[in-house]
């Protein structure tokens, strides 16, 4: 992969806020999606799927702005 992943302060402290069950689960799909560029997980809550969503969304655009720079 050629290009950086950028994880913005709000990522980390929402990974942070989670319980620890809840912050594996996001984080290993998160980790496996971004670095190894595998299919988004179809293991995961409706809960964990929804913020899974959220945080990838803003990784993505972080990691696209930086990019551009």
Do not use: H, K
């Not at 299919?39 to 993505?60: A, G, H």
Request: glycine residues 2%; hydrophobic residues 40%; negative net charge.
């Amino acid at each position: 992969m050629n290009q950086a992943i950028v994880l913005p302060p709000n990522v980390l402290n929402t990974l942070r806020a989670l319980p620890y069950d809840e912050r594996l689960s996001v984080a290993s799909a998160l980790a496996g999606e971004l670095i190894l560029g595998t299919d988004t997980p179809q293991d995961l809550s409706p809960q964990e799927s929804m913020i899974y969503s959220i945080l990838r969304f803003y990784v993505r655009q972080a990691s696209e702005r930086y990019s551009r720079m």
